[in-house]
């Protein structure tokens, strides 16, 4: 079996506590996009100093808080996506303007209305960038033990700023995988 093989859309990357890239250090990846070409994702515990409403004025008011953007990776951050979590019964496939990820997520396109989308959605974040991995490259570094690969929630795309995510997901996997989120940041503070 690929050790990419349990990775599809609405799955989560968690950073193991080893993995020293900065861009990725203690992150949780929320998985949008997985094909046998590449596989595309979202940090979602990475936000940042700017407002949505300084780059995205119709959107800011609506946005989840704390209402600033949130550094979706290292690639394209000038490219923003934005991510809902929908109100139940909602099909995305039936809706212009939303595109399905996995289950209540859904993609937004931030070119469209937000007052016709609102209705249907009980929270968003927008994200600048986002994490990308060519053909067979996540499935190495899974390998290698850079990523432990678990279910999302919809809630995940929504947790505050101020939410230790990365230990949340970790600590709700059980044992042993809770106990990693008791590592410490900086090891010589141990």
């Known amino acids: 079996m690929r050790p990419d093989a349990e990775v599809e859309p609405g799955s989560l990357l968690v950073a193991a506590p080893s993995l020293n890239d900065p861009n990725f250090t203690r992150t949780v990846v929320y998985i949008i996009d997985q094909r046998p070409e590449g596989t595309l994702g979202v940090v979602l515990n990475r936000p940042s100093d700017v407002a949505v409403h300084d780059v995205l004025p119709p959107w800011g008011p609506h946005v989840t808080k704390p209402q600033c953007i949130y550094i979706g990776g290292p690639v394209e951050q000038k490219t923003a996506l934005c991510l809902a979590a929908l109100k139940a019964g909602t099909d995305p496939s039936a809706v212009e303007g939303l595109v399905g ?39 190495g570094e899974i390998e290698r033990g850079d990523w432990i690969v678990v279910t999302g929630l919809a809630d995940d795309v929504l947790v ?16 042993p995988l809770a106990l990693l989120s008791t590592y ?7």
């Open 101 to 139: 990820v996995q289950g209540p997520v859904a993609l937004i396109d931030l070119d469209a209305e937000p007052e016709d989308l609102m209705p249907l959605v009980r929270g968003l974040r927008v994200f600048a960038g986002y994490s990308g991995w060519g053909e067979g490259q996540l499935a």
């Open 160 to 175: 505050g700023a101020n939410v230790d995510l990365w230990g949340r997901v970790l600590r709700r996997q059980g044992m």
């Open 184 to 190: 410490p940041k900086d090891v010589r503070e141990n």
